[in-house]
């Protein structure tokens, strides 16, 4: 059974520092690709971050772009995202997703985690 | 970069109804078009990947259709369990993986 579980969640103030991890288990990890995307409370879906089964390249949206890192260890099967800088506005549940393609094809989130919450306030 | 909006933003309708949301992107994402449910508390799920491909495990009442711009998810014959919010998303575009701003389906 594919399982992803986020860890790492919590409250820091802004301009603080945050890093969350996703274990990943019941596939092998490291021929996929994965994500991460957010949704801040009672609002929709951003992507944040995508990185390929090999950890490159690297993607990032234009709102976390220089603040944000994602990385990952095949080793232990865990997915990243370190996260710098922090603003109010980056208050959100944290999924990470796995894709099933890692070049050029219909990419899609087929497996989500339960998601971490981040809470940036002072 | 490519904006998708989702009409209507929110829909009342019973069990047994047939239901379709629809999607609209900014410029054409040929069929690069996810379709995704989310219950509240809950993680999205893959409902329709490629504009009309059945993910695994999905009910055959979901479908999906459309290409170039114009999308649609229809729910054949809505049940319970149907009663969520749905997404859309784009992936033509490498890093640009819009989301729609989600139809909440709602109970009449």
């Known amino acids: 059974e594919v399982q992803l579980m986020e860890s790492g969640g919590g409250l820091v103030q802004p301009g603080g520092s945050l890093r969350l991890s996703c274990a990943a288990s019941g596939f092998t990890f490291n021929t996929y690709s994965m994500h991460w995307v957010r949704q801040a409370p009672g609002k929709g879906l951003e992507w944040v971050s995508y990185i390929t089964s090999r950890s490159s390249p690297m993607y990032y949206a234009d709102s976390v772009k220089g603040r944000f890192t994602v990385s990952r260890d095949n080793a232990k099967n865990s997915l990243y995202l370190q996260m710098n800088s922090l603003r109010d506005e980056d208050t959100a549940v944290y999924y990470c997703?796995?894709?099933?393609?890692?070049?050029?094809?219909?990419?899609?989130?087929?497996?989500w985690g339960q998601g971490a919450l981040v809470t940036v306030s002072s | 970069d490519i904006q998708m909006t989702q009409s209507p933003s929110s829909l009342s309708a019973s069990v047994g109804d047939r239901v379709t949301i629809t999607c609209r992107a900014s410029?054409?994402?040929?069929?690069?078009l996810n379709w995704y449910q989310q219950k509240p508390g809950k993680a999205p799920k893959l409902l329709i990947y490629a504009a009309s491909s059945l993910e695994s495990g999905v009910p055959a009442r979901f479908s999906g259709s459309g290409s170039g711009t114009h999308f649609a998810l229809t729910i054949s014959s809505l049940q319970p369990g149907d009663f969520a919010t749905y997404y859309c998303q784009q992936s033509y575009r490498t890093a640009q993986y819009t989301f729609g701003q989600g139809t909440k389906l709602e109970i009449k």
């Open positions: 410029q054409s994402i040929s069929s690069y």
């Open positions: 997703a796995r894709d099933p393609i890692n070049n050029y094809g219909f990419h899609r989130f087929d497996y």
